[in-house]
Nanobody
Framework: QVQLVESGGGLVQPGGSLRLSCAAS????????MNWVRQAPGNGLEWVSG????????NYADSVKGRFTISRDNAKNTLYLQMNSLKPEDTALYYC??????????WGQGTQVTVSS
């Protein structure tokens, strides 16, 4: 079955960096568009970034543009999110999602990112 397992979250000071990973299994990872989505405490879901199947096209929310970088390694079935210059407002539970048509049809369990001094 489809599984998405995020890792790499943690507590970091403002201005710091983290690299999130999402290990995918149970499907042909290299043929799917993948996203990162986050949910801050008390807030709704916010799309963060997306990447097409071959990694040649990326998109970012304005709130993270220039600070976050999405990437993927199709040989390792893994999606990444490099997060630099982190701000307290980046504190959230970060999910990776698979995209099928217009739907995010599978989600991981999430990894917590907390930015605080």
């Amino acid at each position: 079955q489809v599984q998405l397992v995020e890792s790499g979250g943690g507590l970091v000071q403002p201005g710091g960096s983290l690299r999130l990973s999402c290990a995918a299994s149970g499907f042909t990872f290299s043929t799917y568009y993948m996203n990162w989505v986050r949910q801050a405490p008390g807030n709704g879901l916010e799309w963060v970034s997306g990447m097409n199947p071959d990694g040649g096209s990326t998109n970012y929310a304005d709130s993270v543009k220039g600070r976050f970088t999405i990437s993927r390694d199709n040989a390792k079935n893994t999606l990444y999110l490099q997060m630099n210059s982190l701000k307290p407002e980046d504190t959230a539970l970060y999910y990776c999602t698979r995209v099928l048509g217009n739907e995010y049809d599978h989600w991981g369990q999430g990894t917590q990112v907390t930015v605080s001094s």
